[in-house]
């Protein structure tokens, strides 16, 4: 059973920086591609960043680019996403998703498994 868990969501300021994790199991972790992805109230859930299994490509959507670093920790299981300089638009639940062989890197429906998600709210 694939499992993942997402943790580091919090309230911060305008400006701020939030670290994001996400845990995985039941999945060959090393074969799998990982994304984040983001859905605030009202909206469709988008894609914010992608990392391919060795970590050699990743995708950033251009709401995000300069600002967010999507990384990975093979030995760990581990999927990070390093936010800084927050925007009020950043705020959303956040969602780590995984698939072995997504479409595209960006498309919510292209990743089969996702986790629970973490809130993350950006104030002015």
């Known amino acids: 059973q694939v499992q993942l868990v997402e943790s580091g969501g919090d309230s911060v300021q305008a400006g701020g920086s939030l670290r994001l994790s996400c845990v995985a199991s039941?999945?060959?972790?090393?074969?799998?591609?990982m994304g984040w992805f983001r859905q605030a109230p009202g909206q469709e859930r988008e894609g914010v960043a992608s990392i391919s299994p060795g970590s050699k490509s990743t995708w950033y959507d251009d709401s995000v680019k300069g600002r967010f670093t999507i990384a990975r920790d093979n030995a760990k299981n581990a999927l990070f996403l390093q936010m800084n300089t927050l925007k009020p638009e950043d705020t959303a639940r956040y969602y780590c998703a995984a698939d072995l062989r997504p479409a595209n890197y960006y498309r919510p429906s292209d990743f089969a498994y996702w986790g629970q998600g973490t809130q993350v709210d950006v104030s002015s």
């Open positions: 039941g999945i060959t972790y090393n074969k799998t591609f």
